[in-house]
Nanobody, 123 residues
């Protein structure tokens, strides 16, 4: 499975962005999907996850109320809407497909990773 993330860019604080992740195979419709991010000099951190049917969604506390994860299984895509962006949201954002239909913040639950898309927020 290949994952292609897109939609990153350079924005100002308070702006919005929409990240998308396209999977190469329809079989990811049975897998939970997640977004992680890694800022320079920091470890990769969990952002959000969504179960195979969208019925269970988990957010990191740092993005709760500002980011929204969604998926379209017919198109094999998962999206992350970023709103009210802050400078501390600056990072390389990765999408990932989990081994199973449910997954959370533990990165070891994820089998496939995309190449990342850069989000830079200036204050």
């Amino acid at each position: 499975v290949q994952l292609q993330a897109s939609g990153g860019g350079m924005v100002q604080a308070g702006d919005s962005l929409r990240l998308s992740c396209a999977a190469s195979r329809r079989t990811v419709s049975n897998n939970a999907m997640g977004w992680f991010r890694q800022a320079p000099g920091k470890e990769r951190e969990f952002v959000a996850s969504i179960s195979w049917n969208g019925g269970r969604i988990v957010y990191a506390d740092s993005v709760k109320g500002r980011f929204t994860i969604s998926r379209d299984n017919a198109k094999s895509t998962v999206s992350l809407q970023l709103s009210s962006l802050k400078a501390e949201d600056t990072a390389l954002y990765y999408c990932a497909a989990a081994y199973r239909s449910l997954a959370g913040a533990d990165s070891t639950q994820y089998a496939y990773w995309g190449q990342g898309t850069q989000v830079t927020v200036s204050s």
